[in-house]
């Protein structure tokens, strides 16, 4: 079993930065994949961005590539999503996942979840 909380998120001003981070309970497994998502009101939760603990292969959404970075921090065990120039179109909650296979830009393939941090841009 893995546990993931995420931390980091509140309010801010469009063209603002906030920095979200996901500890996980343990190291999973090489092969497994670390992502964001996110879930605005009365909307399906959405992919923004992906990696793994190996390797330099990062995936991002169309609508926040050049502004959001995934990174991780293996000695910490913790997944780091930097967002830059927000906009109220960003407002969510954001979720940590890990998934083991399959297409890393679709939620139901993901065996972890996270509890959700709140991000609010305001115009």
């Known amino acids: 079993q893995v546990q993931l909380v995420e931390s980091g998120g509140g309010l801010v001003q469009a063209g603002g930065s906030l920095r979200l981070s996901c500890a996980a309970s343990?190291?999973?497994?090489?092969?497994?994949?670390l992502s964001w998502f996110r879930q605005a009101p009365g909307k399906e939760r959405e992919f923004v961005a992906a990696t793994r603990w190996s390797g330099d292969s990062t995936y991002y959404a169309d609508s926040v590539k050049g502004r959001f970075t995934i990174s991780r921090d293996n000695l910490k065990n913790m997944i780091l999503l930097q967002m830059n120039s927000l906009k109220p179109e960003d407002t969510a909650v954001y979720y940590c996942g890990a998934s083991l296979g399959g297409s890393y830009d679709r939620a139901n393939v993901y065996n972890y979840w996270g509890q959700g941090t709140q991000v609010t841009v305001s115009a």
């Open positions: 343990r190291r999973t497994f090489s092969s497994y994949v």
